[in-house]
């Protein structure tokens, strides 16, 4: 495997392809130039030489140096997409650690994996990809994001947070990378999560809220199907003894739904329609900032 050191001169940043080879005299991985590759900013595909060129350390470099940007992600997608079929977690890491070194954990799900993860549900849906390699994709996303998860967890951003959030989907909803994108970007920020997704029967979410004391319930719903147990959810956490007083309910499934505002007594249900990863911290601040300090 190969990968593209920056060197910076000067103030100007300029790149090395390279590869580890194996030291045998001095028991130790030593690093073996293979190209210079000139700015870093301008290096293009076509000056890596052909059996590199789909390496995904090297198409990451590219996607975050370059001037054409937008080329790059569609590149970065379709290699993620060929890497989630083919189930190589070892490499979807890769392209992880280097996108979001450069562009942070939240563009790395909103921009690369969220998106990939729909077009896989657009291809099942026009018949271009298989049951069975819908599950593979699905599979290795869900690897993916429990590796990023522990990761983060050991090492969030700032202070740890007194808020408590539980994660959760209504009965019957069985789409749950969308609930471990969501702890995994709030555990980077150092709040407290407990993502109970998928399916739990409602009387289940109520009793382990009992026990957690959430401040806040997020409630995550794909299929707009789903929204009668959603409602019998809500309904029961509203008339239940426990002490949350948010509840957040978001996903693809509540897009086309009509909604009713909800409430009893201190507790207060938000839909938040079209809210991607990034508007997730600003709204639980906005619903919370009233009571509780985050
Ligand atoms: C993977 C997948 C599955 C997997 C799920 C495995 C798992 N453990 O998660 C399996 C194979 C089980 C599955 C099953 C089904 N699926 Co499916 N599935 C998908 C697929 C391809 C990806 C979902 C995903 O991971 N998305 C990526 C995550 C990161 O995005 P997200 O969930 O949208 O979450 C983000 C936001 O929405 C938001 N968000 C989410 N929740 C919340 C909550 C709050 C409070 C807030 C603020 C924000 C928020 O933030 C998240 C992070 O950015 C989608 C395609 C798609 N367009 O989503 C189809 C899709 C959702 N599935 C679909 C269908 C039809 C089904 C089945 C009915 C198929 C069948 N006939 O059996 C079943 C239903 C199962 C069930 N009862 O739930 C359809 C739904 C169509 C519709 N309009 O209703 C889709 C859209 C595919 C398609 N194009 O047709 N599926």
Redesign the pocket.
Known sequence: MVFIRDKKVKGHSYAYLVRNVWDNRKGTVRQEIVKYLGRSNKVAIEDIPIEFQKDPNVISFIACHSSDAEKMELTMKEKMLELLMRNDTKLLVDIFETYSQFFGLVKF??RL??PV??K???M??AGRLNVAT??VC?NA??TLVKIINERVSRNPVGNRKTLKILICTPE????????M??ESFLRSKGYSVSNIA?SVPSDSVIAFASKYNPDLI???M???DNIGSANKLINKILESRISVSHI?????GIESIKIKEQKNGLKKVYF?KG???SG?LP?IKEVTKARTKI
């Open positions: 799900y909103e994996l969220a993860m729909y896989v549900g657009e099942w849906e819908e599950h699905s996303a869900h019957g909803e069985y789409h749950s990378l969308g609930c994108v969501i998928p997020m409630i995550s794909t299929l707009a957040l309910v978001g996903g693809i938040l809210t991607k990863l997730i709204s």
